[in-house]
């Protein structure tokens, strides 16, 4: 086994992993939607916007999820690279 299958396979390996941790938030919509806990609140355009502590959750895992899609896409470049 060389180094552009094991390439691949890490990004293989990368890209299901990011793709299931940005998928992770639509499967929990239905307990978040429940969560009303409000974390922060400001008056925007006469309404006022509320962050909750889903969503700022969400976020963080939407970044960690791209960040692995990234880098196991870069592996897969790597792997046809070489």
């Known amino acids: 086994m060389g180094w552009r299958v094991i390439f691949q396979i890490i990004g293989l390996f990368l890209g299901v992993l990011g793709a299931t941790i940005l998928a ?4 929990r919509v239905k307990r978040d939607l429940d969560d009303d806990l409000i974390t922060w609140g400001a008056k925007k355009g ?3 916007f509320y ?3 889903g969503f700022l959750k969400d976020r963080s ?3 960690w999820g791209l960040g692995f899609l990234g880098v196991g896409f870069l592996f897969q470049l790597l792997s046809v690279a070489l």
């Open 46 to 48: 006469g309404d006022y």
């Open 51 to 53: 962050t909750r502590r």
């Open 61 to 63: 895992s939407g970044l």
């Open 24 to 27: 992770l938030p639509l499967i």
